[in-house]
């Protein structure tokens, strides 16, 4: 990449924090979104300079549009451009699928003002100063695609997202090129914080031996899948990219209860 400028929501942890720092390593400037703890985010600015990569930081939360254009505007005030957006802030709250009594219309709010209408007023905002070779990531999960997830908030918050990708590279091509990529689950903190250690171990061991490759994902392997897709020259729009290990496919059924065929 030449000199490019990323915008990343979400970017003082997990996989925010796994792309600034891939993206300061090959020499690009970085404005790393946070929403609460400044310690985290000056910490990976720090990382992201010692790396030898440009790095602010900024707060602002997305779920208000007059913080989406501040962080935007933020970002020319340093650098004078915005060649990607990445966004990654994200929230969930956990609980089971089948309690369906645990949920409230103010949690679903909350949830989709950062996961779904977040991201559209982050795309707005920084779209404005995007010009042609510019690229929108978004962060999503395939929870938006099976169904089943954190929560039903969650859930539905990131089948949202989804179909956002879809219609932001409509409206925002040619210049501008607009992709999902859906992780399964992440090694993390995140997952450790809500679920729990008994509770994160026993998801983990659940999701590893139904996916196809047999581990989950770390951050920096959904990073690498974030980062092709910021290349000025990748053909892709409009699409969610699964990674997930495997995980919605599932492993196929034992070969060893099956019957041979015979042989002539």
């Not at 998801?203 to 000025?232: C, D, H, M, N, Y």
């Not at 020259?233 to 015979?262: E, N, W, Y």
Request: glycine fraction near 10%; proline fraction near 4%.
């Amino acid at each position: 990449m030449t000199q490019r400028v990323t915008l990343i929501t979400g970017g003082s942890s997990g996989v925010g924090e796994a792309v600034a720092l891939e993206l300061a390593r090959r020499g690009q400037a970085v404005v790393i979104n946070f929403s609460r703890n400044r310690d985290l985010a000056d910490s990976v600015v720090a990382e992201c300079q010692a790396a030898g990569g440009q790095a602010i930081a900024v707060q602002g939360d997305v779920a208000s549009d007059k913080n989406c254009i501040a962080i935007a505007q933020a970002a020319m005030a340093r650098f004078g451009r915005i060649d990607n957006l990445v966004n990654c802030a994200a929230t969930t709250q956990f609980v089971p699928m089948h309690e369906l009594d645990g949920v409230q219309a103010e949690d679903f709010l909350r949830v989709y003002a950062v996961n779904a209408v977040g991201p559209f007023q982050m795309a707005r905002a920084a779209a404005r100063h995007m010009g042609p070779g510019s690229a929108i990531v978004s962060v999503s999960s395939i929870a938006g695609q099976t169904g089943s997830g954190s929560s039903f908030p969650y859930v539905m918050s990131k089948a949202a997202l989804n179909i956002l990708t879809v219609g932001l590279a409509r409206n925002l091509a040619p210049n501008v090129r607009v992709n999902a990529v859906l992780p399964g689950m992440i090694e993390g903190r995140w997952m450790r914080d809500g679920l729990g250690e008994q509770g994160y171990e026993k998801v983990k061991a659940q999701f590893s031996g139904s996916s196809l490759l047999g581990r989950i994902s770390t951050p920096q392997q959904i990073a690498s899948a974030v980062l092709w897709l910021l290349e000025p020259d990748c053909m892709v729009t409009g699409q969610q990219i699964v990674v997930d290990g495997g995980f919605v496919l599932g492993k196929p059924p034992s070969a060893a209860g099956s019957t041979p065929r015979s042989q002539s």
